[in-house]
Structure formats: C-alpha cells, structure tokens
C-alpha cells in the first residue's frame, strides 16, 4: 500500500467554477478526514467519514463545500462556486485507530 | 477561539543541541495530543503521542511531556539534526467525541537546525 493518496496535486481554478478533488486512503482504513490547511496556520477539521457515512459535517465550512465517500473506499470533495478565500491546502487523512496517515494534499489556487 | 496555541512561529537551533517546542491549550476535554512534522509540499506526518493519563513519552530523540494542570504540552529533540528542520504541529483530541477523533491543530512552529 502506497499510503494515502490524493489527486490533483495542485489546481488552479477561476472564481466561480467548481472543483473537486479526490482522496484514496489506506485500503484497510475505516475512517477517513478532510482538512484544509491555509498559510500560516495549521490543520482545520471539515468533515469526517466512517465507511460511507458521513458522521460529521457540520464544520464544513459553507453549504459550497460538500462531500462524498459513496462506497466506503475513496472520497470525494467539492467547493462550488469557488471564491478567493478558498484558496487553501486540502489535507485528506485516513485510519483505523488513532493515529492519522495524512495525504500530500491538493493545493487550490483561485484566482 | 483558538484551542491549541504554539506561540513560537519559528525556532533556531545548533545541531546537537535540544529542540524543545511548546505548545498550550484550553480544552480539558482534550485527553489526547499528538505532534506532527510537515515539510513542503507533503502532508503532516506523526511524530509521537501522549493520552492525558502520562505526563511523558519518549520514543528515540523525542520526548513529549505534558503538564495538564498547567493545560502545557512541550516537544524536546535531542540531539537535534540538520533532518528534523520542518513545521512541527502540535494537536489534541477528545476520544469519543462524536467527530471521530477529530484533531484540533495548533498554527506550527518553523524548527531551523543549523549545521
């Protein structure tokens, strides 16, 4: 297994289209996370799945961002309508316990 | 309402020499805390953990104290090398909260380990 993986590595995007980016845990990891990560600061919570529930959504961070884990293996996330202020790293993290294997990550550029 | 601060963003130090990063925090649900090291372009990646019911661990060069009363948490590497130059974040979890061990980052701290 090659860790965890995430595509695109970088994407830069218009104001206002949307993007979506996609994140391949550890095959035998039951729980994944997205985070998104912004210049300066650390790590911030969005959204966690176990399997292909989506237990926690509510620190994502408007009604443009969602996402998806449809078969309990990769996951997708989406920002619609994307702004400036989006313009982050998106850090995807998968386990099966409590430690963490986070992805490389999907640097978003809007502009 | 920043949960977990590190208030050194950067730290300079010899090769040799200690390492020691701190980092403090305000939850006292939080009862278990991890150090991540990150260089560019990759993804953090553990270092080394403690649950609330230690006051130390140690693997290798790393050793994480931690002092609840004090709601403090400090990194130290010795000796320190040329390799461990990264941004080291400290985060914590409350288990069995409902967002399934959900880290709460601190903003990083710049280690420079000078030849």
């Known amino acids: 297994d090659t860790g965890v993986s995430q595509d695109p590595r970088h994407k830069i995007t218009k104001r206002g289209q949307n993007v979506t980016f996609r994140c391949d845990p550890i095959?035998?990891?039951?729980?994944l996370y997205w985070y998104r990560q912004t210049l300066g600061q650390g790590p911030e919570f969005l959204t966690y799945?176990?399997?292909?529930?989506?237990?926690?959504k509510s620190r994502l961070l408007s009604d443009r961002f969602s996402a998806e884990r449809p078969k309990g293996s990769f996951s997708t996330l989406e920002i619609q309508r994307t702004e400036q202020g989006d313009s982050a790293m998106y850090l995807c993290?998968?386990?099966?316990?409590?430690?963490?294997?986070f992805g490389s990550g999907t640097r978003l550029t809007v502009v | 309402d920043q949960q977990v601060k590190q208030n050194s963003p950067s730290l300079s130090v010899q090769e040799g020499r200690i390492s020691i990063l701190n980092c403090d925090y305000t939850?006292?649900?939080?009862?278990?805390f991890l150090w991540y090291k990150k260089y560019p372009a990759e993804g953090p990646t553990f270092l080394i953990s403690?649950?609330?019911?230690?006051d130390k661990n140690e693997d290798g060069r790393f050793t994480v104290f931690l002092n609840k009363s004090a709601k403090h948490l400090s990194l130290h590497i010795v000796p320190s090398q040329p390799g461990d130059s990264a941004v080291y974040f400290c985060?914590?979890?409350?288990?069995?909260?409902?967002?399934?061990?959900?880290?709460?980052f601190g903003g990083g701290t710049r280690l420079m380990v000078k030849p």
């Open positions: 993290a998968s386990t099966a316990g409590n430690g963490y294997t």
């Open positions: 095959s035998e990891h039951n729980r």
């Open positions: 799945f176990q399997n292909e529930a989506q237990l926690e």
């Open positions: 939850n006292s649900m939080f009862d278990y």
């Open positions: 403690i649950s609330s019911i230690k």
């Open positions: 985060a914590a979890s409350a288990l069995g909260n409902n967002a399934g061990n959900m880290l709460t």
